[in-house]
């Protein structure tokens, strides 16, 4: 009834360092394996079956269910993630404790259960619904529950009419938090994100460091988009482009990069940088066609890095363009339309380097010039407005 699929040769991803892969059951009410939804789990490391949903058969599936214990080693559990009526039945199942059983994932269930009941406590219980469906507040609930209003039922499942990545990709980041706090996981994806860092801003050679970023990409569907000048690429031939003739290349001599943060979830790292340079040439994906300025220029930028499998899939990069073009002189914040200048405005709500300088030094005086300047303070005690940060 089921179909598996093994790992071939040593575990990849996060587990890594066991020597069996962790057992996944994926079932939902298609008779085909979702091939796509398979492959991921294995690249996270998980040793992946699939089991149909039949209601014309659901006293064997619900045989099934209860005896997917029979078949583990010694010391081992198993989770289920289950789409549909799928998850409807095994919820239902698992109101009376499954054996072994460490996580169970259920992906908009006909039914929910009672926001009160409470499952085994071994059980790491997490549902996710869509916005079409009823379901009480998750504070409500003894068990995780997680909605999605503007999707539709189908929607973490790229085989269905009604999938939405972006809502898909925080429902897998949700589900890989929940099975890695059921099987007792840990999880360092810093060597990977550091491996790229000093590829790209560290290596002086343009070809071996993008090389060097593009070698601990997935093959599939990785992606840069650096946000404020829409500059990045889609797929290792035209990121290892990228970095190659543009990104690397554009590091001007006194280009310093100095990390502030980094926060690492279970797939996703995000670095808070202060970044400082001369535009003494072309930095193209910062300041792409601006002839050099030779002006100073400080920012604070922020990179969200997606992992999947063990390899980079993704990049996001954000900073605060106005204040760049400030700094350079492309933008002036004095000069106001006249339509809101006769309405009172006296400047244009942008900062140059400072709003970066305070995030590496946090000083009392930098803050709340604009809200002075713009006649917001007035009336108040410009001491307790001021009063930011505990300082």
């Known amino acids: 009834m089921s179909t598996t699929s093994k790992q071939s040769g040593p575990t990849i991803g996060f587990l890594s360092f066991n020597s069996h892969a962790p057992r996944l059951y994926i079932t939902s009410p298609s008779a085909h394996a979702p091939e796509s939804t398979l492959a991921a789990w294995q690249a996270e490391g998980f040793e992946t079956s699939y089991i149909p949903f039949n209601p014309a058969q659901e006293k064997a599936y619900n045989t099934t269910i209860k005896g997917l214990y029979n078949d583990l ?22 109101q009376k404790p499954l054996v072994k059983c460490a996580a169970l994932i259920a992906f908009y269930p006909g039914m ?10 071994s059980l790491h219980v997490q549902i996710h619904v869509g916005g079409e469906q009823v379901s009480p507040r998750p504070e409500m609930c003894e068990w995780g529950l997680y909605r999605y209003p503007n999707c539709r039922i189908g929607f973490a499942e790229p085989e269905s009419k009604t999938y939405a990545r972006v809502e898909a ?31 790209k801003y560290e290596e002086d050679q343009p070809e071996r460091g993008s ?33 190659r003739e543009f990104f690397i290349p554009s590091l001007v001599k006194d280009f310093k990069i100095r990390l502030l943060s980094r926060t690492i979830g279970v797939d996703r790292v995000v670095d808070e940088m202060l970044v400082s340079f001369t535009h003494s040439d072309e930095v193209d994906w910062i300041l792409p066609g601006v002839p050099p300025t030779d002006k100073g220029v400080e920012i604070a930028m922020v990179s969200v890095v997606g992992v999947r499998g063990g390899k980079l899939v993704s990049e996001h990069m954000y900073w605060d363009q ?16 006249k339509n809101l200048k006769s309405q009172g405005l006296k400047r244009l709500p942008v900062v140059g380097a ?9 000083r009392q005086e930098r803050y709340n010039d604009l809200l002075n300047e713009h006649g917001l303070l007035e009336g108040m005690n410009a001491l307790n407005v001021n009063g930011v940060n505990g300082s």
């Open 169 to 199: 990709e925080l429902g897998f980041s949700r589900t890989l938090t929940c099975l890695k706090k059921a099987f007792k996981l840990d999880l360092d994806l810093e060597p990977v994100v550091q491996a790229a860092w000093n590829s």
């Open 73 to 94: 080693r010694l010391g081992e559990t198993y989770g289920i993630i289950a789409y549909g009526e799928a998850a409807t039945s095994v919820l239902r199942i698992a």
């Open 354 to 362: 400072e709003g970066a300088r305070q995030v590496a030094e946090v």
């Open 112 to 121: 929910l259960p009672s926001a009160g009941f409470k499952f085994a406590p």
């Open 322 to 337: 106005a204040s760049v073009l400030v700094q350079i002189g492309l933008l002036d914040p004095k000069v106001v339309p």
């Open 211 to 243: 090389m060097g970023v593009v070698q601990g990409m997935s093959q599939t569907g990785a992606h840069v988009t650096v946000v404020p000048t829409l500059v990045g690429g889609v797929g290792r031939k035209k990121l290892e482009e990228f970095y």
